[in-house]
C-alpha cells in the first residue's frame, strides 16, 4: 500500500490552525510531499520502461530515436531502432548520404550520383557442347547455357569467346545474336582466327546478322572467334548467340568451355 500524497494546507483565513505552526513545519510538510512524489516517479519509470521492453514496437509510448542517415519520417516506437521504412546509407568521403535504388537478385551494384544501383554482371559458359550445325541458317547455340535476359530501357556490353572446329577447310562458322526485345542502339563485331595464320572481322546492326566467312574454316583444328556488341535496349528481351555453317550440309562445332560475358553499363 502506497502512501497518501496529502497537501500542505495553505496558509490563511480559511485555515486558522495554520497560524500555529512553524515555518519550519510548513516546510517539512512540503519537503516531504516532494520526496513522495520523486519516489512515485522514480517508480513510474522504472514500470514504463519494463512496459516498452515488454511491448517492443507498440505505438503510443512517443517518437523513436533518431537512426542512421537522418530523421524519422515513419512509425513510432518506445526505443527500439527505426525497422519499418527506408533507411539511407553514409559514405565516409563526403560523407554523403545515400539512397538504395532497384537492385535485383544477383545483381552487383554500383554508385551513381547519390543512389547506390543495381548492375546486372553475368559470365555463361557452354558445358553441354559440342554445339553442331550444317544449315546455313541461324540457330541458337545453347539457349539454356548461352543466353542472357536483358532489362529494358538498359544498356550492355556482351563478350563472347567462340571456341570451334569446322568440317573442312571450305566450311566456315557464321556468328550473330539475336534479341527477342526491342531496341534503341546495337551494334556487334566479329574478329577470328580461320587458320593458323588468317584472321576475318566484319560487323552487324541487327538480330541474325550473318557474320564470318561462309568459305574458309579451321578444320579439325581448334579456333577461336571473338564476338563482341554494345546494346541499348527498348524493352526486356532474350539476347541469345547464335551460329550456322558457311556452307549446306558441312558440319561446324561450338566446342565446350566457349564463354559468354555480360555487364550493363
Request: avoid cysteine.
Amino acid at each position: 500500500m502506497k502512501d497518501e500524497l496529502v497537501l500542505p494546507r495553505k496558509i490563511n483565513a480559511a485555515n486558522p490552525e495554520t497560524f500555529g505552526r512553524t515555518a519550519e513545519e510548513h516546510s517539512s510538510d512540503t519537503y516531504n510531499l516532494l520526496r513522495k512524489l520523486k519516489g512515485r516517479l522514480v517508480t513510474l519509470e522504472s514500470e514504463v520502461d519494463s512496459l516498452e521492453l515488454a511491448l517492443g514496437g507498440m505505438t503510443g509510448f512517443g517518437s523513436p530515436v533518431q537512426g542512421i542517415g537522418g530523421g524519422n519520417t515513419e512509425g513510432v516506437s518506445p526505443k527500439a531502432a527505426r525497422s519499418d521504412h527506408d533507411h539511407t546509407l553514409r559514405e565516409t568521403t563526403g560523407p554523403t548520404d545515400l539512397t538504395m535504388g532497384g537492385i535485383l537478385d544477383g545483381e552487383t551494384f554500383r554508385r551513381t550520383a547519390g543512389a547506390i544501383l543495381g548492375r546486372q554482371v553475368e559470365v555463361k559458359r557452354l558445358t553441354i557442347g559440342p554445339a553442331n550445325r550444317n544449315v546455313v541458317t541461324m540457330g541458337d547455340v545453347a539457349l539454356v547455357q548461352l543466353a542472357f535476359d536483358l532489362k529494358a530501357n538498359a544498356q550492355y556490353l556482351t563478350f563472347w569467346i567462340v571456341f570451334y572446329q569446322t568440317a573442312a577447310a571450305t566450311t566456315g562458322l557464321v556468328l550473330s545474336q539475336n534479341f527477342t526485345g526491342t531496341v534503341n542502339q546495337w551494334r556487334f563485331g566479329l574478329f577470328g582466327s580461320t587458320g593458323a595464320t588468317a584472321m576475318q572481322s566484319a560487323v552487324g546492326t541487327a538480330s541474325d546478322a550473318p557474320l564470318g566467312a561462309v568459305g574458309v574454316g579451321p578444320g579439325a583444328t581448334d579456333r577461336v572467334a571473338l564476338l563482341f556488341s554494345f546494346i541499348r535496349t527498348t524493352t526486356a528481351g532474350n539476347l541469345a548467340l547464335r551460329f550456322a555453317s558457311g556452307v549446306a550440309a558441312s558440319n561446324v562445332a561450338i566446342q565446350n568451355l566457349t564463354h559468354g560475358y555480360l555487364i550493363e553499363v
